[in-house]
């Protein structure tokens, strides 16, 4: 019944823009924390950015600093991440996912994930 669906993925070159959707359904939007993550083949899962329900907090890795923007409209029940000035190092398959306990770096506090959409960057 929880879903959340990862859209907007695709293939760009180094220095374009993507803009990732998430939307969520089965949960109480506002009160989740929203987050994003990103897998590479051959790595761990790594945190990118995160949303405090009320989108008044927000937190970014420093890979992404400066670069990546993380936002949410409640009434759509959506999270986004804008992306641009991308590198191929950005080229990863992109989860969203949603939080409870409140605005958290670590995957394992996140309670919902999505499916993930594939991100690939080429220089």
């Known amino acids: 019944q929880v879903q959340l669906v990862e859209s907007g993925g695709g293939l760009v070159q180094a220095g374009g823009s993507l803009r990732l959707s998430c939307a969520a359904s089965?949960?109480?939007?506002?009160?989740?924390?929203m987050g994003w993550f990103r897998q590479a083949p051959g790595k761990e899962r790594e945190f990118v950015s995160a949303?405090?329900?009320?989108?008044?907090?927000?937190d970014y890795a420093d890979s992404v600093k400066g670069r990546f923007s993380i936002s949410r409209d409640n009434a759509k029940n959506t999270v986004y991440l804008q992306m641009n000035s991308l590198k191929p190092e950005d080229t990863a398959v992109y989860y969203c996912?949603?939080?409870?306990?409140?605005?958290?770096?670590?995957?394992?506090?996140?309670?919902?994930w999505g499916q993930g959409t594939q991100v690939t960057v080429s220089s």
């Open positions: 949303i405090s329900g009320s989108g008044g907090r927000t």
């Open positions: 996912a949603a939080d409870f306990g409140g605005l958290s770096l670590r995957t394992s506090s996140y309670d919902y």
């Open positions: 089965g949960i109480t939007f506002r009160a989740y924390a």
